[in-house]
Nanobody, 128 residues
C-alpha cells in the first residue's frame, strides 16, 4: 500500500501547478484521499480531501476557488490542480489515505489525524 506525491517545484506568484498522488496496493474507488501541506515552523494543515466513491470534496478556506482536487477516470492517481498560487502556499505537500472509506459529509474527516497512510511529500515554493 503506497502513495507518492510528485509535481512540486519553484514557481512565481500567480502561476499554476498540478500535483499528482500516485497510489498502489489498495482500491482507490472506495477510499478518501487528502492533500496536506506543511510550511517551515508550522503545523501540517489540510488543503483538500476527496471521497473517491462519490466524488465529494472539501477544501480549506485558504485555497477554495483556487485549487481543485480530481481523479482522472480509470487512473490510480489523484491530482491537485493549483491556480493563482501565492507565497503563503509554499510548503511540503503530502497526499494521504483516510482511515475512513469516504468523507461522510463531515469537514472533520479532512483533518490530518483522520489519515493513516502517508506518502513522501513534494516541495512547492512560490516566490513573490
Amino acid at each position: 500500500v503506497q502513495l507518492q506525491a510528485s509535481g512540486g517545484g519553484l514557481v512565481q506568484s500567480g502561476a499554476s501547478l498540478t500535483l499528482s498522488c500516485t497510489t498502489s496496493g489498495f482500491n482507490l474507488d472506495y477510499s478518501a484521499v487528502g492533500w496536506f501541506r506543511q510550511a517551515p515552523g508550522k503545523e501540517r494543515e489540510a488543503v483538500s480531501c476527496m471521497s473517491l466513491s462519490d466524488g465529494s470534496t472539501d477544501y480549506s478556506d485558504s485555497v477554495k476557488g483556487r485549487f481543485t482536487v480530481a481523479r482522472a477516470n480509470g487512473e490510480n492517481t489523484v491530482y491537485l490542480r493549483m491556480h493563482s498560487l501565492k507565497p503563503e502556499d509554499t510548503g511540503v505537500y503530502y497526499c494521504a489515505k483516510s482511515k475512513h472509506l469516504d468523507l461522510g459529509g463531515s469537514p472533520s474527516r479532512c483533518s490530518a489525524h483522520e489519515y493513516v497512510l502517508w506518502g513522501q511529500g513534494t516541495q512547492v515554493t512560490v516566490s513573490s
